[in-house]
Every structure is written in structure tokens, then in C-alpha cells.
């Protein structure tokens, strides 16, 4: 079975830290992906990666930026957290290419609280 | 833009009930998927059922089926025969030629015993 697990499943971080979001899948993905789900907003991708060292901006990137220094992780950083970013983070995998690629798989998420 | 639209907040139902949940979306692509993802209380989400737009036949997936509608944008998902274990929040999502998924805000599905 494929697995996505994600560093923490709570965070409760204070305004203006760096906070790390880290995420690892076993499954040899090309492609890794972070979204935010927010309540009636459903989940909206903020970067994604296709391959090591490179990455892509999503639609909102803004205070956010990711990095990818082996295939199976990719992490997520806050710079200075806000607490407009107070949020649940899903990290996703898939395929490159091909059918395949069309199922992503998700790990359980991190509940980040920032105060 | 390419938009989803889930019409339904949150809905409820009795177990064993047949319930469907509505999604609609809107692209002028012509080749594109359409999935509904499963996430269960506190567990991660889940693939349920894809269709791909060019294939006329509905997708099924044991209890799961879905109701595509290419002309009207339209991509609802019918739960059979429902379980208590089906209480989940379902997302209908998008993905077009570049492979990335655009999803609707979700309904919260809640099977009454």
C-alpha cells in the first residue's frame, strides 16, 4: 500500500515562527503536492513538486515556500507564520504521467494552530 | 476558470438508505477527469470513483456509481445500500490536461443508524 505521512498531526505555533511541515511517501512518486483545506473552501493547492529540486507554485503560494531535497520528501515552510494560515495541511503523491498519475494519495493531514 | 461546485453542505441519511451527492463543475476543456474522494473522520482522504470524460458509460465501484452528465457539467456520485462506516466528508474534484486537481468545498455526509 502506498503511505504518505505527514512530520506532526497537531501544531500549535505562535505568530511570526518559522514553522516546517514535513512529509515523506514510500511509494516512489515523482509528483508531491501540499495543499490547505479550510471549511467550505475545500482543499486549494499552495506548491507541488514533479520532481526533486523542482517546484511549482499553486494558487496560493503567498507566505509559503516548499522544498524537495529527495524524492520522497517534500516539505513545506512557513517563514513567519500568521494566524490567517491557521489551518489543516494535507501533503499528496502520485505518478508522473500516464494514467496512473491521476490518483493522488493523501497523507492524514497536520492541524496547524498558530497563535 | 475552471470551477467545482458542491451544492450540499452537509446531508443525512438512514442506513441502508440510497443517498447522492451533486456536483457540477465548469471548464471548456474537453478531455478531463472527474473524481470523488472519501475523507472519513480523522483518517485520510480516499479515492471512491474517477471517470474519465471522454468514456460515456458511468463509473461504478461496487455501492459507489456516479451520474455523468458531460453536456450539463454534471458529475453526481449515489452511495447504495449506505454503511454507518460511508460517514465521511466527500469531495468532487477536477483534473484537467495539466494534472492538477481543483476540488469542490465538500458535503459532510452523516449515515444515521
Known amino acids: 500500500d502506498v503511505k504518505v505521512t505527514q512530520s506532526s498531526r497537531y501544531l500549535v505555533k505562535r505568530t511570526g515562527e518559522k514553522v516546517f511541515l514535513e512529509c515523506v511517501q514510500d511509494?516512489?512518486?515523482?509528483?508531491m503536492f501540499w495543499y490547505r483545506q479550510d471549511p467550505g473552501l475545500g482543499l486549494r493547492l499552495i506548491y507541488f513538486?514533479?520532481?526533486?529540486?523542482?517546484?511549482e507554485k499553486g494558487d496560493i503560494p503567498e507566505g509559503y515556500s516548499v522544498s524537495r531535497e529527495k524524492k520522497e520528501r517534500f516539505s513545506l515552510i512557513l517563514e513567519s507564520a500568521s494566524t490567517n494560515q491557521t489551518s489543516m495541511y494535507l501533503c499528496a503523491s502520485s505518478l508522473l504521467g500516464g494514467r496512473s498519475s491521476y490518483e493522488q494519495y493523501f497523507g492524514p493531514g497536520t492541524r496547524l494552530t498558530v497563535t | 476558470a475552471q470551477t467545482v461546485t458542491q451544492s450540499q453542505p452537509e446531508m443525512s441519511v438512514q442506513e441502508a438508505e440510497t443517498v447522492t451527492l451533486s456536483c457540477t463543475y465548469d471548464t471548456s476543456e474537453s478531455n478531463y477527469y472527474l473524481f470523488w474522494y472519501k475523507q472519513p473522520p480523522s483518517r485520510q482522504m480516499i479515492l471512491v470513483i474517477r471517470?474519465?470524460?471522454?468514456k460515456q458509460q458511468n463509473a461504478t465501484e461496487n455501492r459507489f456509481s456516479v451520474n455523468f452528465q458531460k453536456a450539463a457539467k454534471s458529475f453526481s456520485l449515489k452511495i447504495s445500500d449506505s454503511q454507518l462506516g460511508d460517514t465521511a466528508m466527500y469531495f468532487c474534484?477536477?483534473?484537467?490536461?495539466?494534472?492538477?486537481?481543483?476540488w469542490g468545498a465538500g458535503t459532510k455526509l452523516i449515515i444515521k443508524p
Open positions: 513538486s514533479y520532481d526533486v529540486k523542482m517546484k
Open positions: 474534484a477536477f483534473m484537467s490536461s495539466n494534472y492538477q486537481l481543483i
Open positions: 511509494m516512489d512518486h515523482e509528483n
Open positions: 471517470q474519465e470524460a471522454y
